[in-house]
């Protein structure tokens, strides 16, 4: 087995948590005997964008296209290019672009973690976050008029289609129907947003109802924020709309304590292009450069992409790497967890944990 | 001194609250020596709803209008009315209709209430929500085309204005400037909703350079939610768009323990019309009838009508109240502050505390 993997560093972090994820992943293919081979691409970074004026090269389809998977950091680097500039001249580009419609993030509470939530223990916390990963809330359709007056109006339209509403409240539903609780949760603001939310609250009806052994419900975004605090016990697979999802996926982490661990696939369920592996974390320019990123997040993205790739043994076996480590190896800890360890660190002794295995 | 006040119960707990809150409200006019004249309504309701197929009466703004304040408890009952029906026909066009433009929010952990989060104590948690309250996501701009096909399309408009986005902006500046730590962060997501939220960084930006003596940031809502369970103490006044601040003020009262305790104050600043009271919780028809829910959140919110009215010290003494006996009293404490007692007794705990002060 032979898999061609696109490496995308990014900016900022991306560049130190990169290295760990690759180490690792290469531990794990040496074990269980399949190859990577991987290439490595500079654009999507602000370095790339200050010599071309663009975040990606013309012909990124064609240069993309054809791996079986992207391997991507972070991007983003205000301090050179405006954040919607570099994020939607890359990532939220291969998001559309090649239809990685589902963006899939597993909250968990690790063992060797400890939650900012009282009385949680590893066990307590371990949902899926279903995100609508090509529509809805982030369109760049809408525009600005009677610019630099009073009377200065700015429209943003959201766009939900039943074509993409539909094809992942499916992947969720089918996700939950294999799960042992097979409990889902759609999050709506559909007491507020008044023609949009009524929308996916509907078509999240009718597709309940495909699905009798799931137990579904829903809540508004703003309750359930408060109750990944609250009951964070109560979930099992939360589907969400593009920035619904966005939020969760960050406020679940924190509660299963740091942002630095929690993975991302980007998935194309359909397999028309490649789909695309990343930590949540973003580039995180107030810590880049000093060696003390959470390589986790990353590395266990990688976990999840020799999942994609049915590799589901050699993935298994680094989701356990990082959990040993991170339980029984205090001294390697990035900041993030309370420890003094660098990313390189801490790479080193998940890639170890992994050849040991 | 002599206010008139419209009452408005609403739906489920709201109707169990109200009593309490007025008892308190009562109790504080009684030691202050100020009168308080109330009229309470029926509309704004599933039961009027159900007799009218209106939420309102047609002349509900010459009905109100001539009020000093609305006290209002809470609207939805989705067995009878869909919420967002039942919402945009009332609580929603109060705001917009009397230009309640700011939707402040106080979040602060009580004395005698336990915090979720692991080692936060009472101090730790102080800060206020300023959430834009008439315009943003909350539009009822759009629609659907090809229903019931494939093609089956939703578009929603976001919609945000100079004046609109300045004067919530210039409130909570204004506010902060006002606070011993003069800190305020701006709620955003400019990195991926493209075109509304640069804009609203644009103008947040402006009027941060008019108050040099803030200190300003922005955070993404993401990251926010996130922050507020990892580091609450690290905020002060926080400015966020119609749909970020309804998510900020259910997420922050829950890591200061409860919703159950959290008040708002929808606010026309300009005074052209009255401002209107509410908890921030809703109707919560899971626990209607049963004489459980937290009284705390109503009673909170009417002294922040005293304060409005002018009556700065009654409205300390009710919050002092609240906090004593919260402190003092765990017997009198609702389920959802682990204790087993009812509205009416925590109401009346706290209305003798009010007298007694
Ligand atoms: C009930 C709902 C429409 C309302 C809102 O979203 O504004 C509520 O959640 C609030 O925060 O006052
Ligand atoms: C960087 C940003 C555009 C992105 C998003 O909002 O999708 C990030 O927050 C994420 O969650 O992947």
Redesign the pocket.
């Given at each position: 087995r032979r898999y061609r993997v696109a490496v995308i560093p990014g900016d900022g972090i991306g560049r130190e948590v990169v290295p760990e994820g690759l180490r690792c992943l290469r531990a794990a293919a040496d074990l269980h005997g399949f190859e990577l081979e991987t290439a490595e691409f500079g654009f999507a970074s602000a370095e790339y964008w200050v010599r071309h004026g663009e975040m990606l090269p013309p012909d990124w389809r064609d240069v993309l296209g054809g791996f079986d998977a992207i391997f991507f950091g972070a991007v983003g680097w205000p301090e050179v290019v405006p954040d919607h500039v570099s994020l939607w001249g890359s990532l939220l580009r291969f998001r559309r672009g090649f239809d990685q419609y589902v963006n899939l993030r597993p909250v968990r509470l690790l063992r060797g973690v400890r939650s900012p939530l009282r009385d949680r223990e590893p066990g307590d916390i371990d949902f899926l976050v279903v995100r609508e990963n090509t529509e809805g809330e982030y369109s760049s359709i809408g525009g600005r008029i009677f610019d630099g007056t009073d009377r200065e109006t700015v429209l943003q339209e959201t766009v939900m289609t039943r074509t993409g509403v539909d094809r992942v409240l499916r992947y969720a539903f089918e996700l939950a129907a294999a799960r042992p609780r097979r409990h889902l949760t759609w999050a709506t603001?559909s007491?507020?947003i008044s023609i949009s939310m009524p929308y996916w609250d509907e078509r999240a009806e009718a597709m309940a109802r495909q699905y009798p052994q799931v137990a579904a419900d829903k809540d508004?975004i703003?309750i359930l924020t408060a109750k990944f605090v609250l009951r964070p016990d109560s979930y099992d697979v939360v589907v969400a709309s593009n920035l619904f999802g966005d939020i969760l996926s960050d406020l679940g982490p924190a509660c299963a304590g740091t942002i630095g661990i929690a993975p991302s696939a980007n998935i194309n369920p359909d397999r028309t292009w490649p789909s695309l592996f990343e930590p949540v974390h973003g580039s995180a320019p107030d810590i880049a450069g000093r060696g003390i990123a959470n390589p986790v997040g990353q590395i266990w993205s990688g976990a999840m992409m020799l999942e994609h790739l049915g590799e589901t043994t050699a993935a298994a076996g680094i989701v356990a790497a990082i959990e040993s480590v991170l339980d029984e190896q205090p001294g390697v800890l990035t900041p993030d967890l309370g420890g003094a360890g660098t990313t390189e660190g801490l790479g080193k002794a998940i890639a170890t944990a992994i050849g040991a295995a």
């Open positions: 603001k007491n507020g508004h703003d």
